[in-house]
């Protein structure tokens, strides 16, 4: 038991000779190695961001109001004065000439610029075939319509020219007997007329009147 334990301690001392020897190599052989410096990093600080202040408060503005200014009090009327019955008079002309005026204020103002109506056409005075002086024959009586005891009127159209003859005769009415309607026919076209005149100035006309044969007056 105790060589054991001899032998322990033996190999723990050797074993630790050995190291310390190696550990003194070790240490000779390295060079001695300067200190380095130790990197160095930048860090940035951040700024604080600047405190924002709140707008002051708008000054509040206080109307002031002015004393109103007392009216003025109200002069007294002066009493009326009763006019003397003497004093009181009627002027009938100032009240005549103020009827005027208003008659004259009420009358309607006709404008300048309105043209006036214009006049109504003057009348026409139509032609006529009746007057000795124009000189117009009867019409011959057919002696064959006075055997045959024809008779009537014939109405006749006549175009009648502002020199008062005839233009254009017609037939308006017959009288039921051609020979009669020829005869008045042939004796119209060659009348003279009295034109037709309008505001004094002859116009052409036409009209129509009757041509009468009656056997009392053949």
């Known amino acids: ?21 190696l550990l003194s190599m070790s240490h000779a052989a390295s060079p001695a190695q300067p200190p380095q410096p130790l990197p160095m990093e930048m860090v940035t600080i951040p700024t604080p961001a600047p405190a924002i202040r709140p707008a002051p408060p708008a000054p509040v503005k206080t109307a002031t109001v002015k004393p109103n200014k007392a009216a003025p009090a109200p002069r ?5 004065v ?19 005026t208003s ?32 000189g117009n024959p009867r019409p011959a009586y057919p002696p064959l319509s006075i055997e045959l005891g024809e008779a009537g009127a014939v109405g006749l159209r006549v175009a009648v020219g502002a020199d008062g003859r005839a233009q ?12 009669l309607d020829r005869a008045a026919l042939q004796a119209v076209r060659n009348w003279r007329f009295r ?12 009209y129509v009147f009757n041509v009468d044969f009656d056997l009392t007056k053949a």
């Open 76 to 80: 007294p009327l002066p009493a009326p």
């Open 1 to 21: 038991m105790k060589s054991s334990i001899s032998r322990y301690t033996t190999l723990a001392a050797i074993t630790a000779g050995h190291v310390g020897l």
């Open 103 to 134: 008659a004259v204020a009420e009358a309607p103002v006709v404008s300048r610029s309105d043209p006036a109506p214009p006049a109504p056409p003057a009348p026409v005075v139509p032609p006529t075939h009746i007057g000795g002086h124009l």
């Open 82 to 100: 009763k006019p003397s019955p003497k004093a009181i008079t009627t002027d009938t002309r100032a009240e005549a000439d103020t009827s005027k």
């Open 195 to 206: 034109p037709a005149t309008r505001g004094g100035e002859a116009i052409p006309y036409t």
């Open 168 to 179: 254009e005769v017609s037939v308006a009415r017959s009288s039921g007997f051609p020979r």
